[in-house]
């Protein structure tokens, strides 16, 4: 799995429908994300702004409320069209990711809140560098029944191509990153749900679902990239209990350095 999508199309979603998706505006969401930016070089000052992405309609009742990352020029300058193109890879990927929820027919006319789908999220992480620009859009969805669902969008773009960069763009092949990451994430989840729980470790490894890990040791992950370390995303319920949460873990470069591709932007965050 890639560690973003190609612009503008997510996998697992649809093409959007006819309906007009609502302005983006600059409203921030509820809680601000963790934004970390590198200093930038002379000459090409940005950081990170939150627009939103929302969406009314009462025929269908469903709602959208997502925030998102744009990268804005701070010392005044034109952005580039690599930079234009990059907010704009990052904007249809959420609009797409809303049209994903979008009931493709009206539901019967009464009140019951099975019909009701409510989309709601925001930036919950993200990093910009002169070089890349990472970020997790950390979504609810509500689509009727006992509770709704986590749905992790991580999209990670070289600044200087506007690329999308997949795995195959970091690491080198053959390598074992997928079991660094699985081993990463089981040890963090373990003590972290033992934080949560207020329980031991040895109790909260007995309520670990170590199956979960499965899809990590085969690439399929969300990962994003911040100052210091490759960040793991691990959603609610593949790895602990629902009511645990979901989790970000954390793996410094360090860890994953002997295993990025030659020139890669992970070789050289991670120093190698």
Do not use: K
């Not at 979008?102 to 930036?123: F, L, N």
């Not at 070089?131 to 509770?147: D, I, K, P, Q, R």
């Not at 033992?194 to 199956?211: C, K």
């Amino acid at each position: 799995m890639p560690l973003i999508p190609p612009a503008g199309r997510p996998p697992l979603l649809v093409l959007l429908g006819a309906l007009a998706l609502g302005a983006c505006t600059s409203d921030p969401t509820p809680e601000a994300p963790a934004i970390e930016v590198d200093a930038p070089r002379v000459g090409a000052s940005f950081t990170l702004a939150t627009d939103s992405l929302v969406v009314r309609d009462s025929l269908l009742r469903y709602t959208v409320a997502i925030g998102y990352p744009q990268i804005r020029g701070s010392s005044g300058e034109p952005m580039s069209s690599t930079l234009r193109a990059v907010n704009a890879a990052i904007r249809d990927s959420v609009r797409a990711l809303a049209d994903d929820f979008r009931p493709e027919v009206a539901p019967p006319d009464d009140d019951s809140p099975a019909y009701v789908v409510d989309v709601q999220g925001g930036p919950e992480r993200s990093f910009v560098s002169n070089e890349v620009v990472s970020v997790l859009v950390n979504v609810y969805a509500f689509t009727g029944g006992a509770h709704g669902s986590t749905v992790f969008l991580p999209l990670t773009y070289d600044l200087g191509t506007g690329r999308a960069l997949a795995p195959a763009d970091l690491f080198a092949p053959g390598t074992p990153w997928p079991d660094t990451l699985a081993a990463w994430a089981e040890r963090a989840v373990v003590g972290e749900m033992a934080r949560r729980l207020e329980t031991t470790p040895d109790s909260a490894r007995a309520s670990f679902f170590a199956g979960g890990l499965d899809s990590v040791r085969r690439g399929d992950v969300a990962v994003t990239m911040g100052r210091d370390s490759l960040r793991v995303h691990i959603p609610q319920a593949q790895l602990t209990p629902s009511v645990v949460g979901s989790f970000d873990v954390g793996v410094p470069y360090p860890a994953v350095r002997p295993f990025a591709r030659p020139g890669s932007v992970l070789a050289r965050r991670a120093g190698r």
